[in-house]
């Protein structure tokens, strides 16, 4: 089966996509060659373009094709409200499903020691000289509720507290273990909204 080596190197391929098993891959690789060939070039086109040009915004780390994001160079935003998330997945949801209108910093991800994750992979340092500015006076803490994600939390809550910054936790209505990017805007909003100080 030599002569099917580039398919099943596609499938393989586009089994990185979360998701994504054997039969799907198979299933989009054989779409895109049987019935949609200018389809895939123009996914093929964009892929490509996009992994050569987008980046992370300088203050916040969330994706941009610029140095500064849209809502970090955006004068109608509070500079004094700042709501730490784990992704760039979590901005967009708190953006489309929330009043929200201070500024985000994207952690990339959160504590795990047994990964080998720590604060250096994080841009801790980056966002304790975001804080040190002296602009902003409560940071909003929007992780998950996993062990990891709460350590990760309290960590960050502690050198907030040293600056005397607010510091508050969203929690209503995000349901244990939840992945903000899945939990609809009405609970994101409530929760958001409903957020306490930070303990």
Known sequence: MTDNTLIEHLVTSLRCLPGVGPKSAQRMVYHLLGRDRDGGRILANTLRAAMDDIGNCRLCRTFTESELCALCVSESRDPSLLCVVETPANVAAINRGTDYNGRFFVLLGHLS??????PGHLGIDQLKKRLDTGDI???ILATGSTVERQATAHYI???VRERGILVSRIALGVPLGGELEFVDSGTLAHALSGRGEYR
């Open 157 to 159: 809550a502690e050198f």
């Open 113 to 118: 020691p047994l990964d080998g994750v720590g």
């Open 137 to 139: 006076r409560e940071v």
